[in-house]
């Protein structure tokens, strides 16, 4: 060991190590205080959760109902601060926004697959949903093509592609519903 050079000496090794030391005191300090921070992590009352098949059940629940509903799941990190409190605004402003556990409040049982294809099928098509930063702990929310195409006719956006496909094929069959077989030539010809 050289001790040359001041910084090296001893004293000057002390005086660092008590320097870290404090600091790695206060750290601890600061992340216990946290814990205080108060974090509701209530589940409400399911009012009236929504009715769906059990296989479109089975997605939103492993996707969305952590957020989307009264039935959140409080996983061991969201006991500790400050996850609890950014898992916790979370849930809040998820469940301000649309609540499963209380969709038939609002909805019949067989308005609900056009209700969620206004809601909520746009946000999964454009995988703004379930958010991002869900996904890497919880790889089950991960919506595969079985799953979206599930989801897909049971809210009747499948229909609506289609429609937006036959559109020119339907007007045609209106104006020429006598020779249905010319109608594809036809919009050949024309497009
Ligand atoms: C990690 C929590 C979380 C998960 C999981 C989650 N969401 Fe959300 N979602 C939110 C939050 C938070 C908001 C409110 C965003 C805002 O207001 O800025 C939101 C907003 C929405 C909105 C409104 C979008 C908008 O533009 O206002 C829809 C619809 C939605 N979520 C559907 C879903 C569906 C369907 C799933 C499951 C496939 C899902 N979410 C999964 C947290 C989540």
């Given at each position: 060991?050289?001790?040359?050079?001041?910084?090296?000496?001893?004293?000057?090794?002390?005086?660092?190590?008590?320097?870290?030391?404090?600091?790695?005191?206060?750290?601890?300090?600061?992340?216990?205080?946290?814990?205080?921070y108060?974090v509701?992590?209530?589940?409400?009352?399911?009012?009236?959760?929504?009715?769906a098949?059990?296989d479109?059940?089975?997605?939103?629940?492993?996707?969305?109902?952590d957020?989307?509903?009264?039935?959140?799941?409080?996983?061991?990190?969201?006991?500790?601060?400050?996850?609890?409190?950014?898992?916790?605004?979370?849930?809040?402003?998820?469940?301000?926004?649309?609540?499963?556990?209380?969709?038939?409040?609002?909805?019949?049982e067989?308005?609900?697959p056009?209700?969620?294809?206004?809601?909520?099928?746009?946000?999964?098509?454009?995988?703004e949903m379930?958010?991002?930063?869900?996904?890497?702990?919880?790889?089950?929310?991960?919506?595969?093509?079985?799953?979206?195409?599930?989801?897909?006719?049971?809210?009747?956006?499948?229909?609506l592609?289609?429609?937006?496909?036959?559109e020119?094929?339907?007007e045609?069959?209106?104006?020429?519903?006598?020779?249905?077989?010319?109608?594809?030539?036809?919009?050949?010809?024309?497009?």
């Amino acid at each position: 060991m050289e001790k040359t050079s001041p910084e090296n000496s001893p004293q000057a090794e002390k005086k660092k190590s008590t320097w870290v030391r404090k600091v790695f005191i206060v750290l601890v300090i600061l992340f216990l205080a946290l814990q205080l921070y108060p974090v509701d992590r209530k589940n409400p009352e399911v009012v009236a959760d929504l009715i769906a098949p059990d296989d479109v059940k089975s997605i939103l629940r492993r996707a969305c109902y952590d957020c989307h509903s009264n039935e959140t799941k409080w996983l061991w990190y969201s006991y500790i601060a400050p996850v609890s409190i950014l898992i916790e605004r979370d849930v809040r402003l998820g469940r301000e926004r649309l609540n499963f556990s209380e969709w038939g409040d609002d909805y019949d049982e067989e308005d609900t697959p056009e209700m969620f294809l206004d809601e909520c099928w746009e946000s999964i098509e454009t995988g703004e949903m379930p958010l991002w930063f869900y996904l890497p702990p919880h790889p089950e929310a991960v919506l595969t093509e079985k799953d979206l195409n599930i989801l897909r006719t049971w809210c009747g956006a499948d229909e609506l592609e289609d429609e937006d496909e036959d559109e020119s094929e339907v007007e045609k069959e209106h104006d020429h519903n006598d020779h249905g077989n010319k109608k594809e030539k036809k919009s050949e010809d024309e497009d």
